[in-house]
């Protein structure tokens, strides 16, 4: 009995490493929704296999399999297409923008003042009234660009992601989707051409595929 929960656990612990090898290296801090939750349906099944040792080890090591490769479909997708991506993970939110409150973007969000408050305070910040930018990523964590930074003139907002123009942040700086266009047009690029392009300092820096 012993023997046998030593080798599964052990057995396991490989699997899981390897698991992980191949599905990518990514922070625990910095997985996204189905990322999590394969992590976590990936451990209740080693878990169970360890619990219930009788059981023959393959009950938890096929679905285990089908899990890892499911992930790492789902994730040549999500490399491929935009939207599947923004499906799966969804998008970051602008949550505070040019020091005010983006009160639409928190109720889309389910996201509320004191969840706001208590990531500010666990960043050492006291007050809304210190921040320029917060966003909140896809991960649940959120990225604040405080007002007294040296580098708050320099904060890059996206404006196109993989051929994608990010229509949102377009307002941010009150501009439109035709001022953007243009501005594509007179570098002579084309839109879908464009890997990763932000604004930065009344600049437009455009990277090319």
Known sequence: MISVIIFRTLFFYIVVVISYKIMGKREVGELGVFDFIISMLISQLIAISIENYKDPIWFVLVPACILVILQIVFAKLSLKSNKFRDALDGKESVIIANGKLNFNEMTKQK????????QLRDKGIRTIEEVEYAIL???GKLSVFKKSDENKNIFPLPLILDGVIEEKNLKYINKNRKWLINVIKLRKIELENIFYAFYMNKEVYIIKK
């Not at 996201?111 to 208590?118: E, F, G, I, P, T």
């Open 137 to 139: 990523e896809t991960n």
């Open 111 to 118: 996201y509320n003042l004191n969840d706001l408050l208590l």
